[in-house]
Each structure stands twice: as C-alpha cells, then as structure tokens.
C-alpha cells in the first residue's frame, strides 16, 4: 500500500508515510473486508459510512502539514482509522461523528491499539467543536455544500482544513488556510464522501 498506492502516486511527507505504516486499516474494519483492507478503495462500515480509500487518506494528511504539537478537530469520526492516523502526528484529536454506534465501536479500537491522545464525542459536526479550539488543523471526512463559516472560525491564525465541497457527482477535495481571519481555498482533487448531515 505504502509504495504502490501513495508513494508512487505522489505522497512524499515522510511522517505521513511512516503513520501510515504504523497504523493497522485491517483493525478498522468488520471481518467481512478485512482481506481487501489495504487495496486501493473505500471500505463499507456500518450505517452507510465508509473508510476512505488509502491516497486520498494520505492526501488529506499531507497538505495539513501538521505539527507534533497540533491540536486537531476531526468531523466525521467513521471507523476512527483516520482518527488514529492524526493521532500518530498531532498531539490531541477531537473528533465527532452524529452516529452513537460509530463513535462508540472507534472508541473502543482506537482504545484497544493503545491511544490515549484523542477525545471521541457524538454531535453534529457541521458546527464543529467550539468550546476546544482553535485549531491547528480540521479534517471533515463528508462533503459539505459549500465550506461552513462554523469551521473557518474554529480555525487559528494559519490553521489548515481539508474539506470535501459539492454535490455527489462533482465533489473536490479543498485546502483552506486562514489568513488573516479570512479562508483562502485551494483546490485539490476530484473525490467522492458519504454527505455531511447537520446545520
């Protein structure tokens, strides 16, 4: 996976690469896909979710660029797999998902492989967490309509976010970095998430 599917597509940030090689997708995963847990698409998980598939994973990663010393919010906590990939580079995560069954079986994983640096919460993640940031990084794992102002705020001075925006059938992955209070938006790659619920 590692070479195949990320290096030779790209990938080049060495930590990115190095937790990806750490952290083990097969245990995010129901017994049913465990053989096809590390081939080059997204993954079933219960209610209509899935594990994204492992490039745009690790694109995501790369262009947050984050610090050992991050704080991180996470919406969309899923399998908790990209939970635990941010907190292999971060130094807290904070993640929430609007499914209780979904935030209590990644919890209980991410538990089990040993992680202690990050907070699981259920709640609608459209809004993000207000009462921990700001933050150094955001990854929302649904597409959004467009980019929620929610989000941008929660964001410190430099802060990244990478966000899915659009429609089912036209989505891109989007960069914004806050620059003097204001988001700058970099687009990135065409792609396809399970929609982002809430307001």
């Known amino acids: ?13 060495h930590r990115v690469l190095s937790a990806m ?8 995963v129901s017994e049913r896909y465990r053989e096809q847990a590390y081939e080059d698409h997204p993954i079933p998980i219960a209610e209509g979710q899935t594990v994204s598939q492992p490039y745009i994973v690790a694109l995501m990663l790369e262009v947050l660029k984050l610090e050992p010393n991050a704080k991180v919010l996470e919406v969309g906590t899923g399998s908790g797999y990209m939970t635990a990939l941010l907190a292999e580079l971060a130094s807290h995560v904070y ?6 069954r979904l935030a209590r079986e990644a919890e209980t994983t991410l538990a089990r492989l040993g992680y202690r640096n990050v907070t699981v919460l259920t709640g609608d993640g459209s809004q993000g967490l207000a009462e921990f940031a700001p933050y150094d990084g955001i990854v929302v794992s649904a597409a959004a309509p467009h980019i929620p102002a929610a989000l941008v705020e929660q964001l410190n001075e430099g802060g990244r976010m990478v966000i ?12 914004v970095v806050r620059h003097e209070g204001r988001p700058i938006v970099h687009r990135l790659d065409g792609c396809r998430f399970v929609p982002l619920v809430g307001g």
């Open 95 to 100: 993640s929430i998902e609007r499914h209780a």
């Open 1 to 13: 996976m590692i070479a195949t599917q990320l290096a030779a597509r790209g990938i080049r940030d």
């Open 164 to 175: 899915p925006v659009g429609p089912p059938d036209a989505q891109e992955l989007q960069l």
């Open 21 to 28: 090689a750490r952290v083990p997708r097969h245990e995010f």
